[in-house]
């Protein structure tokens, strides 16, 4: 018997390793889809973590990040940024089985992969000699004429491609300025939609899950309602610094909102017991389609003072 074990625990550490690296590899090599399969990244590493436990699943991320600097060759941000991933999920294992809230589960592991992200980005320009600042800049350089070669490549016209040129050092100064909110905002996104796939596939294999209760009801503490509306009234203030403030609070208190705003969306599917097929395309349009995405954002926001869902009503 410990044999058979121990042969099932070697085969869910490679199919672990082998998941992963497929996701990584699609991710470096096809840059559009490749985007949305980085984000689920840490969902294998959750799960294999779950499964094998801390010992046994701490190999995986190891093997896979050592994969990751033979592949590219040298260690640099992109390797810097796919190890927070692999983090992400084994941190979201480890806090899964403490049993905590949904909103306690999100915040301590976007903040613990942030810290450690930050440390490893100072550890990093330390040793390459170029200041935190400058190493963004040209990061962020490189990945707009990355984007500037994609679009040539999609046969854009000639007009458009000359305003986006024009426009590359204003949108670098922008996006430099707006990173920290940028990796905040997607840390949150990540954790969101791991923990919702994982769902499924941990209780299907029997293994523990936390009863965050339904989702679908969650809200926002209302009192965050007057930080997104300090943030939006800084977009109006003469001088840039106030801009750039306004903009990196509008950018994480959006997606907090949009969590709401699809839990409100999810609880009028439910109610209206949508198809399983019919969701998955509503879901999908909302995740293509930027003026939904917006409306979702939208319905989170004023649900402080529409109350969407009639919560009070039905808890009475």
């Known amino acids: ?26 991710s470096v090599y096809l840059p559009v889809i490749g985007f949305f399969c980085a984000l689920f990244i840490p969902l294998p590493i959750l799960f294999y973590r779950s499964k094998l436990g801390r010992t046994s699943g701490v190999i995986i991320p190891i093997v896979t990040i050592i994969a990751m600097v033979v ?15 692999l983090l992400f999920g084994f941190v979201l294992s480890e806090l899964l089985e403490r049993n905590l809230s949904i909103e306690k589960t999100i915040l301590y592991a976007c903040g613990i992969v942030l810290f450690t992200g930050s440390v490893t980005l100072i550890f990093y320009s330390s040793l390459s000699n ?12 490189k990945n707009l004429e990355l984007t500037m070669a994609l679009y040539e490549g999609m046969e854009v016209s000639e007009e458009n491609l000359y305003r986006l040129s024009n426009s590359l050092e204003n949108i670098q100064y922008v996006l430099v300025r707006i990173l920290l909110s940028l990796a905040v905002a997607s840390s949150f996104f990540v954790a969101w939609a791991n923990l919702l796939l994982a769902r499924p596939m941990l209780k299907s ?11 679908n009801l969650w809200k926002a503490p209302e009192s965050l309602v ?24 509008m950018i994480v208190f959006m997606v907090i909102y949009f969590f709401q705003g699809i839990a409100i969306v999810a609880f009028f599917f439910e109610k209206k017991r949508f198809s399983k097929m019919l969701r998955f395309f509503l879901y999908s349009l909302i995740v293509v389609q930027q003026l939904i995405f ?9 649900d402080m003072w529409l109350n969407f869902r009639k919560l009070g009503i039905q808890k009475n």
């Not at 592949?71 to 991933?85: A, N, R, T």
């Not at 007057?226 to 609070?249: E, Q, S, T, V």
């Open 205 to 215: 294999r029997g293994l523990f899950y936390p009863e965050f209760g339904a989702l």
């Open 130 to 141: 170029v200041g935190i600042f400058n190493l963004i800049s040209k990061y962020v350089s």
């Open 294 to 302: 917006l409306l979702v954002i939208g319905l989170g926001f004023f």
């Open 226 to 249: 007057w930080g997104a509306i300090g943030c939006g009234l800084m977009l109006f203030l003469p001088g840039r610094i106030f801009k750039i403030l306004g903009l990196n609070g």
């Open 1 to 26: 018997m410990p044999q058979t074990v121990q042969r099932d625990g070697s085969k869910d550490i490679a199919s672990g390793i082998a998941i992963t690296c497929i996701l990584f590899a699609i």
């Open 71 to 85: 592949v590219m060759g040298k260690i640099s941000i992109d390797i810097w940024f796919f190890f927070e991933l």
